[in-house]
């Protein structure tokens, strides 16, 4: 079964707006980390939460995270339009933190 | 910092030719790269796992014969899809993980290429 599963599936926003994606997981893990990926491209990692921690800040991103619900939400605070993208988390996979489970994502639109 | 490239980004090709990828991690050294495979709208998915100076692990399902990975030095994985048929045609995109981390980075991070479209014809 699939270990990160991001909610929802699709948001799309006005320009200034906040915008709120969620992700749960099934297992134990050591971090969560998120990453964005726009159209046709890579991926650039966001933000890594490790599983001690609650709650982290970087810029407009804050991320939660909730080991007893496993779940974590991503916030990104006053959208821009380069905010469009696709948003996925990714969970560690085995101990050593090798291998990642990435969850379906969520399509991000932002609207100007 | 932390720059992986991806090559060739885009390629065409004939059924039953074979394509070869090149993933360069460009400004760090990498034990570990990995190879993902992403259909469109659709998360990616691990196909192998690199590591340098040994064989390749790959995911349940992919086929060693099909995907042959190599990854020679600490700065260089290759992915070369033998007899590429119609249903090869995806995404495919590396990453690689920092050996030592990256200064103001976390150990536990990958670093991705750009991608690389492959169209089989």
């Known amino acids: 079964s699939q270990q990160g599963e991001e909610d929802p599936q699709a948001l799309s926003i006005q320009e200034g707006e906040n915008a709120t994606m969620n992700c749960s997981y099934k297992?134990?893990?050591?971090?969560l980390q998120w990453y964005r990926q726009n159209s046709g491209r890579g991926l650039v990692h966001l933000i890594l939460?490790?599983?001690?921690?609650r709650e982290k800040h970087s810029g407009r991103l804050r991320v939660t995270l909730d080991t007893s619900k496993k779940s974590s939400s991503l916030l990104i605070t006053a959208s821009r339009a380069a905010d469009t993208a696709s948003y996925f988390c990714?969970?560690?996979?085995?101990?050593?933190?090798?291998?990642?489970?990435f969850g379906p994502g969520t399509r991000l639109s932002v609207l100007p | 910092g932390a720059v992986v490239s991806q090559h060739p980004s885009w390629v065409i090709c004939k059924s039953g030719t074979s394509v070869k990828i090149e993933c360069r991690s460009l400004?760090?050294?990498?034990?570990?790269m990995f190879w993902y495979r992403q259909f469109p709208k659709q998360s990616l998915m691990l196909m192998a796992t690199?590591?340098?100076?040994?064989?390749?692990?790959?995911e349940q399902g992919v086929e060693k014969d099909k995907f042959l990975i190599n990854h020679a030095s600490l700065t260089l994985s290759t992915l070369t899809v033998t007899s590429a048929h119609p249903e090869d045609s995806s995404f495919y995109i590396c990453?690689?993980?920092?050996?030592?981390?990256?200064?103001?980075?976390?150990?536990?991070?990958?670093?991705f290429g750009p991608g690389t479209r492959l169209l089989v014809l």
């Open positions: 990453s690689a993980r920092p050996l030592g981390g990256i200064s103001g980075g976390h150990q536990e991070t990958q670093y």
């Open positions: 297992t134990s893990i050591n971090n």
């Open positions: 939460i490790r599983s001690n921690e």
């Open positions: 990714a969970t560690d996979r085995d101990n050593y933190g090798q291998n990642f489970v």
């Open positions: 400004d760090f050294q990498a034990t570990t």
């Open positions: 690199s590591n340098e100076g040994s064989k390749a692990t790959y």
